[in-house]
């Protein structure tokens, strides 16, 4: 799948070029990760929105808090999402058009005794919404040539492309394609690799890969697809459970790591408590550790030169100085 050659790629991973990925250990100094925000309910995804704040979404009780960045002040966005009925689900990503937001649902909906549906929703208001596209029925009518127990899915992540919408199933191992009139189609299909978080820059797309159970480090890659590699490219490798990618300032790419699976436990159980980690992707497709021992982590985003780390424990750590000089700035 992966024949294009990765040096070409990973050129274009900076601002014109200009600046290569890191080549080995960081020189730079990161501040170490600092607990912002608690007492969120059933967090998972996350975007930066309109005016540079934080969302995130809270699955457990089916709302969309807004985060200011710089005082960590939660305000309700949005409530009334479908809330989850098992460990995780309900609303679990958030991504914007403009000032519209679109919420994704998962795992939801008559087939798991639930209300809603598991799809994509507009909001409308902050009590407001409109069911854009049923993903849940969708899976039904389309299963994946992968094995599969739940037959709706399980959506994870969700981004914007080319005026409609990539979303993740790590379940059924695809990406989907949904416009934002509510026409669903299959993007990219894998074998049993478990597609997880997503970011797009430019006409690339980056997917972070959790890999099958167990989840060992080789498996935890991201792959990126391009005009130039639509079957798909290896960037990196070697981090266990990657459940996120990200990039910050000057091109520099991030991956999210939950950790350490649990010996024996089932497909879709979380990593092992503060297993988790931040990693910067290398030039010769390797990571580099920024922040380890995070628990739980499910989401990051990158304001200006700061992280903010969602977990599955209702909280959001910042970790500030991720990207080196020119584009970080350290004392």
């Given at each position: 799948?992966y024949?294009?050659?990765?040096?070409?790629?990973?050129?274009t991973l900076?601002?014109a070029a200009?600046?290569?990925?890191?080549?080995?250990p960081?020189?730079?100094?990161?501040?170490?990760?600092e607990?912002?925000?608690?007492?969120?309910?059933?967090?998972?995804?996350?975007t930066?929105?309109?005016?540079g704040a934080?969302?995130?979404t809270?699955?457990?009780?089916g709302r969309?808090s807004r985060?200011?960045?710089?005082t960590?002040?939660?305000?309700?966005f949005a409530?009334?999402?479908?809330p989850?009925?098992a460990?995780?689900g309900?609303?679990i990503d958030?991504?914007?058009?403009?000032s519209?937001?679109?919420?994704?649902?998962?795992?939801?909906?008559?087939p798991?005794?639930?209300?809603?549906?598991?799809g994509?929703y507009r909001?409308?208001?902050?009590?407001?919404?409109?069911?854009?596209?049923?993903i849940?029925?969708?899976?039904?009518?389309?299963?994946?040539?992968?094995?599969?127990?739940?037959?709706i899915?399980?959506?994870?992540?969700?981004?914007?492309?080319?005026?409609?919408?990539?979303?993740?199933?790590?379940h059924?191992?695809?990406?989907?394609?949904?416009?934002?009139?509510g026409?669903?189609?299959?993007?990219?299909?894998?074998?049993?690799?478990?597609?997880?978080?997503?970011?797009?820059?430019?006409?690339?797309?980056?997917?972070?890969?959790?890999?099958?159970?167990?989840?060992?480090?080789?498996?935890?890659?991201?792959?990126?697809?391009?005009?130039?590699?639509?079957?798909g490219i290896?960037?990196a490798?070697?981090a266990?459970?990657?459940?996120?990618?990200?990039?910050?300032?000057?091109?520099?790419?991030?991956?999210?790591?939950?950790?350490?699976?649990?010996?024996g436990?089932?497909a879709?159980?979380?990593?092992?408590?503060?297993?988790?980690?931040l990693v910067?992707?290398n030039?010769?497709?390797?990571?580099?550790?920024?922040?380890?021992?995070?628990n739980?982590?499910?989401?990051?985003?990158?304001?200006?030169n700061?992280?903010?780390?969602?977990?599955?424990?209702?909280?959001i750590?910042?970790?500030?100085?991720?990207?080196?000089p020119?584009y970080?700035?350290?004392?």
């Amino acid at each position: 799948m992966y024949s294009e050659p990765r040096l070409l790629l990973l050129a274009t991973l900076s601002i014109a070029a200009i600046t290569p990925l890191a080549a080995g250990p960081p020189t730079f100094g990161t501040a170490p990760a600092e607990l912002f925000v608690s007492g969120l309910e059933g967090a998972s995804g996350s975007t930066v929105g309109p005016g540079g704040a934080l969302y995130v979404t809270e699955g457990a009780v089916g709302r969309i808090s807004r985060v200011d960045p710089r005082t960590g002040e939660v305000t309700t966005f949005a409530s009334g999402l479908p809330p989850r009925v098992a460990p995780i689900g309900g609303v679990i990503d958030v991504a914007f058009f403009g000032s519209t937001a679109y919420a994704l649902v998962t795992l939801v909906g008559p087939p798991l005794g639930a209300i809603g549906a598991a799809g994509l929703y507009r909001v409308d208001g902050p009590n407001e919404f409109t069911l854009i596209a049923n993903i849940g029925q969708f899976a039904l009518d389309n299963p994946p040539d992968t094995d599969f127990d739940v037959p709706i899915g399980v959506q994870y992540a969700l981004d914007t492309y080319r005026g409609g919408f990539l979303v993740t199933d790590g379940h059924h191992n695809r990406v989907l394609h949904v416009t934002r009139d509510g026409e669903i189609s299959v993007w990219r299909a894998f074998d049993n690799i478990v597609p997880t978080g997503i970011d797009v820059r430019g006409s690339t797309v980056y997917v972070a890969m959790a890999g099958p159970v167990p989840h060992l480090p080789e498996d935890g890659q991201v792959l990126a697809f391009g005009l130039r590699w639509p079957g798909g490219i290896e960037v990196a490798s070697g981090a266990r459970l990657l459940v996120d990618v990200e990039f910050g300032r000057g091109g520099r790419l991030y991956a999210l790591s939950q950790g350490t699976f649990p010996v024996g436990a089932p497909a879709g159980a979380p990593a092992l408590p503060n297993t988790g980690a931040l990693v910067e992707v290398n030039a010769n497709g390797t990571f580099n550790v920024v922040e380890d021992a995070l628990n739980l982590p499910t989401s990051v985003e990158i304001i200006r030169n700061t992280a903010y780390v969602v977990t599955l424990t209702g909280e959001i750590w910042k970790i500030d100085h991720v990207s080196s000089p020119p584009y970080g700035r350290w004392p």
